[in-house]
């Protein structure tokens, strides 16, 4: 079990679809017994057969620490949701993300989770100012938005809302990284955060070539799998222009900059990287990489690139399942 300031930690989870389940594995994973609600009685009776496949897959990978039957006996589903969020450190809320609905379940957890847990939301678009602001507790809310599944993808995006009081957010932090989880902090509340406001700028473009007849969905998605996405495996957009223009960044915007601007504008979005955003970027990448370990990180993009081909190579999972592997 794990302990934080001489404590048992305790996960509550309020909606056990795709997300509550899934934090239910990363929870048990990390030696935390984790309560699960949901009022849907089928979802009630599917989760601990969904929660065993997902940690026997894990396992099959040698992605487990312990044997599935033990991560899997810390988790307990109940049809009370008063029950579930007794005695948690940190209740997460995953249901639909619909804001009413969000509302009333953040009421029903604020008066059932004892005073020190940290309420947490995984909503994906909605801060938390838009349900839980009315709440005696809303000091000790925010948004934990996952990846999914957040078992595989452990960046979670940490969002305050501005009466979130500071100490809850570090908890929060602490929290997420004990269990083995990578939080970012969002410092402001907008909608969709950072993952989907970066997903949707691709999913923006993606659909306006498409339907403009500038390419197929296959060959959006081929330039994606086979172009951007390989280099975004291990370094994300900001490292990939730093180690494409020798100079780095500030080089990049330089030479690239007018035409990144005038594809924004035409599809009526003029954000110039001006000289002072140019500069704080890249300012922030100098500080990361000095221009004088460049060629030796350029090495070592192309040396990780060639461990993930040789790991392409070595043959994906079959589609449809029996078929031979993927390449
Ligand atoms: N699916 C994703 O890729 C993803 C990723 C990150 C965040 N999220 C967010 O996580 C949340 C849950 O998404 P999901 O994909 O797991 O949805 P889902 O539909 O798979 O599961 C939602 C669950 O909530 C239950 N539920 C309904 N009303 C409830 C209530 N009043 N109290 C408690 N549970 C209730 C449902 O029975 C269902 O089991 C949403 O806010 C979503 O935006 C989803």
Known sequence: MMADEGKTLRAAIAGAGSIGVAFAVVFARAGWPVALFDPDPARRSAV???LRERLDDLDAFRLLAEPPAVMASRVAV?????EVAAGAALVLECAPEQVELKRELFAAIDAAAPPEAVVASAS????????????PGRGRCLVAHPGNPPYLIPVIEIVPAPFTEPAVVERAERLFRSAGLSPIRVRKEVEGFVFNRLQGAVLREAYCLVRDGVASVEDIDT???DGLGLRWNFIGPFETV?????????????????SYERMGAERGQHDPW???????V???????LPLDQWDARVRWRDRMLMRLVR???????PWPPGAPPEG
């Open 78 to 82: 109940s049809d009370s949701l008063a």
């Open 311 to 317: 790991h392409r190579k070595e043959g994906g999972e």
């Open 242 to 258: 730093d180690l494409n223009t020798r100079g780095g960044i500030a080089s990049h915007a330089s030479k690239m900059g007018p």
């Open 223 to 225: 330039v994606m799998r």
């Open 282 to 288: 890249a300012a922030q990448r100098r500080a990361a």
């Open 48 to 50: 601990l057969r969904e």
């Open 274 to 280: 001006t000289p002072e955003l140019v500069g704080k």
């Open 124 to 135: 994906s678009f909605l801060p938390a100012s838009s349900y839980a602001g009315e709440l």
